[in-house]
């Protein structure tokens, strides 16, 4: 076992075949939530990479990714945006749409108002971003098998520092931090709230394309070229 750069202890779940599951949960025991920003702003830090209809054609596949993994994963998912287009693949796919209320401001207290709405189920709600091109259902289910027994959290660390996934058993133990250096903050909040933290480590659930750095690592994956995204970017011209 290793310990992160923070003040509070974190068990780290490598994905193998000697990863032991806690027999109690299962994934479908588990409620997805997946916050999608409008797709036509998405991608923004992608700007002198990639014209506009290439970026939020890029959200809609990555989005297509996750949505499809998690449907395939947990009990239930829900789909959290006020972008009409992201609502209706959602519905299309079997997922339930939670709107955004317009009478609250930012990504983290519209989270922990769907949270809210969600309730408490028995396996937690696992919050997942919508641009992780290269998740796959074995994925979810192994981070959904690692998470020990309530109260405990965990968590995906992005490449940046940021949190990619986070499952809550329960919700509503402390104030989430999505931003810069979420990851720690989450440790250190879940931490101080009695919570078992552990890191789930897993490379795939692990980038998310936000800047050209994060596309060119996706590009140089092996099996990026299999991926909606990696399709849709096939034979593009990057080098602008």
Known sequence: MSRPNSAAAVVHAA??????SHASYSPFMTLALIPVNRLERAKGRLADTLDASVREALARATFATVLEAALGTFAEVAVLTADAAAGEMATAAGARVITEDPERSGLNAQLEHALA???????????????????????????????????????VRSLDGGTNLMLLRPPGRFALAYGPGSYELHVEAAAAAGMTVT????????LDIDTPADLATFLATPSAGDTAAGILLRGLDLSR
């Open 117 to 155: 709405r969600l309730g408490q189920p028995e396996g937690g709600i696992a919050i997942l971003h919508a641009d992780l091109p290269l998740a796959r259902v074995e994925h979810f289910a192994a981070f959904a098998a690692s998470a020990p027994p309530a109260p405990s959290v965990t968590l």
């Open 199 to 206: 890191a789930f480590d897993r490379a795939e659930l692990e």
């Open 15 to 20: 994905n193998n075949s000697n990863r032991s």
